[in-house]
């Protein structure tokens, strides 16, 4: 049971004071701070603060002694990694449209790579882990999002409510086949326009955006979103390809799960995301980074249908979030102002716990005990006993916990 110090990921996207604040540091930051990594990718290890106050890093502790760390099933299942990754995520503005490979794609991508000879921080990149990277995110402030694509008839009729002339073919395409093989076929013709199409037609869709919002049409709250992101990247096919996907809103607590192949796009807010301990990314707009629509064309699943919002279920540590990822598990407890309910949190299982609301006092059955403040996690090896967790002040309390999949 030891503290973490966390690595940063200042990426362009992302806010100048929501981590600051979260650690307690300077507010606002001297450039945006995206991400806070807690775990052991190779990218960004976490850091074990010792009692002695050394410092070591995780992924050096788990490679010298990984049956201790991450217990004899998850060191074999996983081999000898930590499988998964926990993330703060502060979004000011709009990150790139992505999906993620399977394990299967990834295995493959990231072995033709490295016999390419492509360095694994080249930015042209795209595997650089040979796992999958399945995803959830749940929601710590209002988030919005894009994710997965949309029921075909109410696409249809989002783009029969922004027709234009030029528009007018491509909503015809759909409609004359209103499914999956359809949403390929017009999300495949939209991200390869050549530039002088998407040109032509690109202006035209947002003009139309800009009426049906002025009279409060039916999907004002897409079409403000698809403006939004012209206005950030002009002359960019992802833009259309937007029009595309499901508009979310996640209030604080609820999640959304990305499977592999989900192309989605996240917006704003703030959310605690859990992943598989990969980096592998395959981007289709939206962005000055490395775009590969061919590979993302491999990838991305275009089943069509409403996105499920997971509101987490009764479980050990208040709401389980439940998925059919087998690399992690995420868990939130809540305490109420003045609550004072003890928690029990059995090991067996690497886990980290962090702490996004006031205080807890984290004890190990047995002896030792640690405070943990907002903004700050813990490392509990799978062989280390069981803890128990319990709010310190007067405010309102909530952890987070992070584990393997079972």
């Known amino acids: 049971m030891e503290l973490l110090r966390n690595a940063v990921r200042p990426y362009a996207w992302g806010s100048r004071t929501t981590i600051p604040e979260l650690l307690g540091r300077e507010v ?11 775990g052991a990718h190779p990218g960004d290890p976490s850091r074990v603060l010792g009692e002695d106050g050394a410092e070591r890093s995780l992924l050096e502790l788990i490679e010298a002694d990984p049956h201790v760390h991450l217990g004899p099933d ?17 979004v000011e503005e709009p990150l790139s449209m992505q999906a993620h490979p399977s394990a299967a794609q990834s295995a493959e991508g990231h072995a033709r790579e490295e016999a390419a000879g492509i360095p694994r921080d080249a930015p042209n990149r795209n595997y650089p882990d040979p796992t999958a990277k399945p995803e959830l ?5 209002e988030f919005h999002a894009l994710a997965g694509f949309r029921e075909p008839g109410r696409t249809i009729k989002l783009l029969r409510a922004v027709e234009t002339p030029g528009l007018a073919k491509y909503t015809e395409l759909l409609a004359a086949q209103p499914d999956s093989d359809g949403m390929r076929a017009l999300f495949t013709t939209w ?13 035209e869709v947002l003009d139309a955006c800009v009426l049906h919002v002025k009279e409060h049409g039916e999907f004002d709250t897409e079409c403000r979103t698809i403006l939004e992101l012209g206005e950030a990247h002009p002359r960019d096919a992802g833009v259309l390809a937007a ?9 604080a607590g609820e999640a959304i799960y990305l499977p592999a192949g989900n192309l989605h796009l996240y917006l704003h807010g703030t959310a605690v995301e859990i992943l598989a301990n990969s980096d592998n990314i395959l981007r289709g707009g939206l962005t000055p980074k490395h775009v590969d629509v061919p590979e993302l064309l491999r990838v991305v699943d275009f089943a069509c249908s409403d996105m499920p919002v997971l509101p987490g279920e009764p479980g050990a540590c208040g709401a389980v979030y439940r998925t059919d990822a087998p690399e992690f598990e995420l868990s939130r407890c809540d305490w109420a102002a003045g609550e004072r309910d003890e928690l029990r949190v059995d090991t067996g299982v690497p886990q980290i716990l962090l702490c996004t609301a006031g205080r807890v006092l984290v004890r ?9 403040g907002r903004g700050r996690s813990i490392w509990l090896p799978a062989t280390d006993p069981a803890v128990y967790v319990r709010p310190l002040g007067e405010g309102r309390t909530q952890l987070f916990r992070a584990t393997s999949g079972r």
């Open 243 to 251: 029009l595309l996907l499901n508009r979310l809103t996640l209030r």
């Open 74 to 90: 998850c060191a074999r299942r996983w081999n000898n990694r930590l499988p998964f990754l926990l993330k703060i995520l502060a």
């Open 137 to 141: 995110v749940c929601a710590l402030t």
């Open 191 to 203: 991200i390869t326009l050549p530039q002088a199409s998407l040109d032509e037609l690109l202006p």
């Open 28 to 38: 606002p930051a001297p450039h945006p701070e995206a991400e806070l990594w807690m």
């Open 364 to 372: 190990a059955d047995g002896g030792g005990e640690l405070e943990l």
